[in-house]
């Protein structure tokens, strides 16, 4: 990577060398040599067009819930630190992406407002969330999405309605390099009881259906369509496979876990040993539903 790097780049808040075990749930991978920490949206948007500019290629993370990280990373990765307001309008609610996830759900539910009670339980921030249309229990960030911002890979800004293709099964179209800045959720009016025992409802089938004592990067295949990827690898009798310190959870086979100081090559050995004995079982290739650095 060819350095000193431009100066309006360096003028945008960031840290050197962090390490991904302090950047993601799972806790793998090498160091961060240099994140890029925007606070407004105004040094979001200095951060993409100086490396638009540069041709430089860059990554986003925001929470680190669904990344598995197998090395260092040397290229530039941006993390929105937004300041962290949610502002009511009605049945709306404007987030911006830094938020977490979980925190935008609380607060949903505490307005009396309905239809967030199913991310009650899903980590990561708003924008994560959105940028991958993340979903649990039948419904997914589209299905409340009434609004979103984005900066383009020139480093425009976008405020608008989604429309169809945009958004599919854990995919949103602002993969292709978009940063998303914030959503708003069109809501609804509830009975503030009944919200809290429908949130109390999807957080007591995830913790017992989830390993959540153990760090991991929530379900790590995709659900082939027709078919649950957790049922697959439990039926393959993958449940407690090791390689290392990672291990397929023997509470549910999509979640592999890292036991405690797990390296990013046992890591890419398990899921690939997965992958080939899902194959060799039922004839069906397992795709990544993480991330992958
Ligand atoms: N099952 C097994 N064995 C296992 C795991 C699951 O037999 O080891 C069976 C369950 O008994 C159930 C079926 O498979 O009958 C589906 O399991 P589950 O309800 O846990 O849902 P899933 O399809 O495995 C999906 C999402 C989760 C989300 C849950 C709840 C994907 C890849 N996973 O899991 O999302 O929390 O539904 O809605 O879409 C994530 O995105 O990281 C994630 C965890």
Redesign the pocket.
Known sequence: MALPWPDDLLAVPHRRDVPFAKLTTLGVGGVCRWLFEPETEAQAQAFVRACARERLPWRILGGGS?LVVLGDIETPVVRLKLAAQVRREGLDVHAPASYGHIRLSGDTAAMGLAGME?AS??PGTVGGALHMN?????RETVDILARFRFLTPEGDLVEKAPEPGEFR??WSFLEGGRLALGMVVRLAEGDPAEIRARVADCKA??GT??PLDKRN???I???PPGF????L???AGL?GLRVGAAEVSP?????LVNLGGASASEFRELMALVQSKVRDCHGIELEP??EIW
């Open positions: 669904n199913y339980g899903i993340a979903g649990a229990y039948g099964y854990r089938r995830r259906s989830q990067a929530g379900c295949f995709k659900n649950s990827a957790g049922r690898i439990d039926q449940k509470q549910h086979g999509n979640f539903e993480v």
